[in-house]
C-alpha cells in the first residue's frame, strides 16, 4: 500500500498509494489503478488506487458514520479546533517531504512549494482552527411571546472535488472552513496529481481526527468525481475546475439538489493606466500570469494598456519575463518556470499559442515548446501584443505561460473591456489616482480587484468569482457560510 | 547580579526556581528602592518567601517599557503573527501545567486538583484569543459613491491590568488574551497576597517570543503601584477585577488623570432561585459548587439561596447534609474540595460576617466556626431565617458563608433577588421550559445559569449589571474593550462648497 520513494534532492519517504477511508489505506475495489507522470522527465512516478463508484459508496458511508458518531459530533468549537491546530504544525514538521513530493508531482518549483504552498496548508489550518469556536448563531428580540433565535449546525458529508494546479492549497481551502463548522469529507484530488495529500493523510490520523472524518481519494472525474456528485448521502459539493466541468457538476447536482458551490476559470483583466508605475506593472504583470507555469484560476491574462504607453510598457513587460522567468529542472533553486502539469496541457497551451499566431496577433516574445534537457512539458513564456477583442486567446482560458496584451484609450473603454467577458474572478489595475482606484475596482464586475498588485490573494481574505467563474467564496470569515446550515429555533413563551 | 531568583518546594514538584523580581522588558529585575515583602502559605501561615515590591518609580519604567514596545516593534508584529505568539504561550502553559498549579496552590490556597483546572482554562483561554487575533475587522460603509467609507478597529495602547488574588492566574489569563491579540502592551500588577505564579508565568512569556515591554508583569500593593497605574498619564487604559470598593477609587484617579478608558469586574452577592419543581439532587450538587467552590472567594458566588416553600424544608435537610460532606483540608491533598481562605485579613473579615449573622439573629444550620487550628480554614456555614436587610445578605461575604431565605411565587422572587446594588451573576433551577427562560431573562445579572452553576467558558462574555462592574470579558465582547475604533472617510468627487 506503499512505496520508497527518492526525489532528486535526495529526500526520500513513504508514498502512501491507497485510497485513505476510516484513517486507513485500501485498495479500490476491483484493484484499478492511475498513474502518476513526472512532467519535467515525462516518467512514471508511480501508480495509485483510482477510486471506484462503488468505492466512493464505501468513503461517503464512512463519512456518514463519523459524521454521526460522538467522537465527531460531541466535540466542541474549542476541540475540533485543536485537531485542526495540531495538523498545522504537523503539516509544518513536513515542510519539506510535502513540498518534494509536489515539486515531483505538479512540476512547480521546490522552493515556492517551501516557501509559499505548505505555509499556505498551515496557515489556512491555524486560521480556521482559530474560527472554529467563533462561529456564532444569533438571539433575534422579537418581543416577549418568543425566544428566537439561530445555530449555525454543520451540513453533513461534503464531496470535495479539486484541481491539480495547486494540489496542497486547494486541499486546505476546502478542508479547512469544513472541518471548522463541524462536516466530514470526501476529497477526491485530482488525477493529475495524486500524490501530496495522500502523504498529508497520514499526518491527518497522527493529529487524532477521528476515523472516517476526512476520507482522500484518488480516481476520475467521470467515474469516482460523478459518483460523488450524484451520491445520495452527500449533502454538499464543493469543486474548484474548469467553468465546462462546473457546468457538468451542477447539472448533476440538480437531481438530489445539493448544495454547491464552485470556483471556476477566469480571463482575468489587467488594466495599466497612463499614470501607472510601469516598472511596478510590469513586475506584477509578470507574477499575475507567469508563476506557476501560469496555470492559475485568477491568471491576469489579459492585459489592457493605456495606448500612450503601450509599447514602453511591453518592453518592460518582456524584460521582466526575460530576467525572473528562468525554465528549469524544479528541483534547481534557480528555477522559475518549471513545466505544464501534464502533457494533455501541454499540448492545450501550445495549441492556442497556434491559434494566437493563425489570428494574426504580434508574437511578442516566446510562442514555443521549449524542452529542458530535451525533456519535459515546458513551454516558452509567451507574449502576444496587438490583440483584438475578438481573438480567441484574448476571451478564452489558456491556463498556460501566455498573456494577451490589448490597448485602449479612455477609462471607460477599458472597463467595458474588463468586463467583455463570461468571466469575472479577479481583475488588477495600476494607477497613482487615488480616486481612480477606488472608483474603477468598484465598476469592474470581478469577485477580487487587485490594486496595484495582482494575484496577491490572502486566506484572511474572500476568493471567488461573479458570472461564469463560479458560485460562492472561500477564505476569510465568508468561507463558514457555505460549509453551515444556519437552522433558526422559536420557543414560543406564550404558551 | 541581582538577587531575583529563589528556590522553593512544593509537595507535587519538589524543589524549584520561583523567580522574584520584577518582570520588565523581559527580564526580572529589583525594584528601584530595593523594597520586598512577604509571602504567607495560608494553609500553614508561614512565610513562603520575599518577593521585590514595585513602588511608583518603577510603574514608571514598566510604563515607559510597555510605551517603546508599543510604538516600536509591536507594530510591526502583524495580527497573524500576534496570534502565533499567544498560541505558542499557551501550548508553553499546558506543558507546564503542573508546574503552574502547584505555586498556584502553594500561595493561594486552592486544592492542587482545582489549581489545576485553573491552568487548564487559562491555556484554552490563550489559545482563544490567539485564534482571534487575525479576524479582527473593521467594516466598509457604502454612504455615497463619490465617497469611500472604512473603519479599523485599532489597539488602545499601553493597558494597566490590576488583578486580584482569588484566581491568580485565571485572572491573568482574562486579562492578557485579549489585550495581546489586538496588539496592546501591558503593565499588569498581580495581587500582593498571590504574586508567585504570576512570575513563574512570566518565563513563559519571554520563550514563546514576545518582544521586551510587551508584557511587563510586577508585583506590588494596590495603594502603592495600584494607585500609580490608575493615575499614570502614560497608560491608555485600566482594566481592574476586584472589590467594588476599590473599584470606584480607580475610576475616579482615572478621570482625574487623563481619562484613561476603564473597565471593572468586580464584587457580586449573586441570587441563586430553586423553584419546586427543580430536581432536587442536582440541585444541591449545584448550589454547593455555587457557593463553596474556590472556599467562597467568587465574585459570581451564589451566596444568597432562595427556595420556593414547597421545597423549603426538604431542600434546607439535604443542604445541610452536602455541606458537611466537603472536605476541608491540605490544598496538597488529591482528595481536598475546600483549602483555607487566602490571608489572615480575609479570614477576619469572614469571621466578623459570620459574627454579624449569628448577632442579627439568623439561625447558623451548620458550621459557623474556625476548621482546625492551623491555616485560615473555615467550616463551610449555611444561614437560615435572614431577613433582607441583614448585613451578610446585602454585603458581600467573600468566603464559604451562604444564607437561604424562603419565598413563595416567582413576582416575589424576582424582587428579591433584585434588592440588592450588585448584578454579577445569578441562577435559576426549574424543569419548566418557559420558566427557565422567562426568569432568566428577567433577571438584572450579566450571567444567568440554569440548572448549574459557575461554569464559564472563554466564549461566554461575562461581566455585572449595576455595581458589579463595566464592560465585559471573554467571549468576543472582551475584544472592544481593548480596541478603538477610527473611521476614514475618502472623498473620491471633488469639492462641495465653492
Redesign the interface.
Known sequence: MEVDLTAPNGRKWAQPLGLFINNEFVKSSNEQKLASINPTTEEEICSVYAATSDDIDTAVAAARKAFRDPSWKSLSGTERGALMLKLADLVSQHAETLATIECLDNGKPYTTALTENVPEVVNVFRYYGGYADKNFGQVIDVGPAKFAYTVKEPLGVCGQIIPWNYPLDMAAWKLGPALCCGNTVVLKLAEQTPLSMLYLANLIKEAGFPPGVVNIINGYGREAGAALVQHPQVDKIAFTGSTATGKEIMKLASATMKNITLETGGKSPLIVFEDADLDLAATWSHIGIMSNQGQICTATSRILVHENIYDKFTEKFKAKIQQLSVLGDPFEKTTFQGPQVTKQQYERVLSYINIGKEEGATLFLGGEAAPQKGKGFFIAPTVFTNVKTTMKIYREEIFGPCAAVASFKTEEEAIEMANDSTYGLGAALFTKDLNRAHRVAREIEAGMVWINSSNDADFRVPFGGVKQSGIGRELGEAGLAPYCNVKAIHVNMAA | MANVYTELKTPTTGAYKQPTGLFINNEFVEGVEKKTFEVINPATEEVICSVHEATEADVDIAVKAARDAFEGPWRQVTP?QR??LL?KLADLIEKNLELLASVESLDNGKSITMARGDVGAVA?CI??Y???A??I?GKTIDIAPDM?HYTRLEPIGVCGQIIPWNFPLLMLGWKIGPALATGNTIVLKTAEQTPLSGLVFAQFVKEAGFPPGVLNIISGFGKTAGAAISSHMDIDKVAFTGSTVVGRTIMKAAAASNLKKVTLELGGKSPNIVFNDADIEQTISWVNFGIYFNHGQCCCAGSRIYVQSGIYDKFVAAFKKRAEQNKVGDPFHPETFQGPQVSQLQYDRIMGYIESGKQEGATVETGGARHGDKGYFIQPTIFTNVRPEMKIMQEEIFGPVCAIAKFDTEEEVLQMAHDTIYGLASAVHTKD??TA??VA?SLRAGTVWVNCYNLLSH?LPFGGYAQSGIGRELG?EALANYTQHKSVA?R??GPLFG
Open positions: 497573524q496570534g502565533n498560541l484554552g489559545r482563544y490567539g485564534g482571534w487575525d479576524k475587522e469611500f421550559l418557559n427562560i422567562r431573562n466564549q468576543e475618502i473620491l468627487g
